[in-house]
């Protein structure tokens, strides 16, 4: 099978490479990234040789660049996007083209090539905020109603997925996941940033007051359903994805990360909030559960560690996307860093 992964070269799609071509060493995949800022190929090097790995750089803007990577495509798995709420922020409207004006000429171009599925990897955050006080949950059935400028823009695009099937009939399915966490990911993202900060003896930035709540997931448990639903899943469908039962805090997801690393709370800096800061995500995965058998396997104190071990690990990694861009972003976000 020729499978198409837009956006490998981020920090899910990279992992989910590895993922795919160690369960499905039989197919051949195609990585189509354009190598924003966020993409980084070093994340592929150790499979950059194997004959059923290939890598295209290209925009999902571009129709041409798209309609040729199409070719002979069964399965695409959408990972590309814009995808830092606070870069939105900043600036819409990549947000807007990237993730609605692409994603619709891939679905177009999947349509007119007659892939045989098409998967879209969506987020928690079209469904808003939940408060602190409720205890409901985000499921399949929640109403969108997104917030932020990224949000709205992935609620866009999962609305044209399945307009497509809806109206076109092409076989699509969709996870809409919650915040991720593991090797690879941006030092822009809370869990990354605050590790390599400390260990750069930096402090780490809290937003308001630090009692917002995300659900975290780790990257191999939501790989592995992202392949439940593509092999199993139902086409036309939506499965929500969470990884955690219990609730925590950012101050204590800062604290943690301050204690596997020896330091103290001097590393805490209380900072301007985010302008609509989404109080709480909590996602009920019984669909995924009960339909296809999947729960996440990563327990998050344990992996939490082996996540602020690898940032460890790997600085040369992290330390190389720290000295470009970044520092620019990080003035603007943080003042001076
Ligand atoms: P990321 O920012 O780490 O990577 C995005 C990748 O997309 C990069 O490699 C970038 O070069 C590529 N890209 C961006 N614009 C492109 C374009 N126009 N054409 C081709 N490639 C382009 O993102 P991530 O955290 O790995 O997220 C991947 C997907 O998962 C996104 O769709 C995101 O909305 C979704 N998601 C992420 C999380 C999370 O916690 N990180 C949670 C839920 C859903
Ligand atoms: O819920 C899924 C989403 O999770 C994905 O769709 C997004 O692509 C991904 O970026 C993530 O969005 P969040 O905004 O939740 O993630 P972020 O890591 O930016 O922030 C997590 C929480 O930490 C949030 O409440 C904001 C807070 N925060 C973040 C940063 C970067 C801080 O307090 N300080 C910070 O410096």
């Avoid at 260990?199 to 709540?213: F, Q, R, S």
């Amino acid at each position: 099978m020729k499978v198409l992964i837009t956006g490998g070269a981020g920090f899910i799609g990279s992992n989910f490479i590895h993922y795919w071509l160690e369960n499905h060493p039989e197919d051949d995949v195609v990585n189509f990234d354009k190598l924003t800022y966020a993409g980084n190929l070093e994340n592929l090097k150790d499979i950059a040789t194997n004959p059923h790995y290939s890598f295209v750089q290209g925009d999902i803007c571009d129709t041409e660049a798209v309609e040729k990577v199409m070719n002979g495509v069964d399965l695409v798995v959408h990972f590309a996007a814009e995808s830092h709420v606070d870069r939105s922020i900043h600036d819409p409207s990549v947000f807007v083209k990237t993730n609605v004006e692409g994603t619709n000429v891939l679905l177009n171009s999947a349509l007119k090539n007659n892939v045989k599925h098409f998967h879209h990897i969506s987020t928690d955050e079209v469904f808003g905020a939940l408060s602190l006080e409720t205890e409901e949950k985000f499921n399949e059935k929640t109403p969108y109603n997104p917030r932020s400028p990224y949000s709205a823009s992935k609620a866009g695009s999962d609305h044209l997925v399945r307009a497509y099937h809806t109206t076109y009939g092409l076989p699509i399915t969709i996870t809409n996941c919650s915040n991720n966490y593991g090797p690879y990911q941006f030092p822009e993202k809370l869990i990354p940033l605050a590790i390599t900060n400390v260990i750069e003896g930096k402090k780490i930035p809290i937003y308001g007051d630090g009692l917002y709540v995300r659900d975290w997931l780790h990257v191999e448990d939501h790989c592995r359903a992202i392949d439940l639903v593509i092999g199993k899943g139902k086409v036309g469908e939506t499965y929500v994805v969470g990884g955690m039962t219990e609730l925590v805090p950012n101050i204590e997801i800062a604290k943690k990360i301050l204690s596997l690393l020896g330091k103290d709370e001097t590393f805490l800096e209380y900072v301007k909030d985010r302008p609509g800061h989404d109080r709480k995500y909590d996602v009920d995965w019984t669909k995924i559960k009960t339909e296809l058998g999947w729960k996440p396997l990563h327990n998050f104190d344990e992996w939490m560690e082996k996540t602020v071990e690898w940032y460890k690990n790997n600085e040369d990694w992290w330390k190389h996307i720290k000295s470009g861009e970044y520092q620019t972003y990080y003035e603007k976000q943080y003042g001076q860093g």
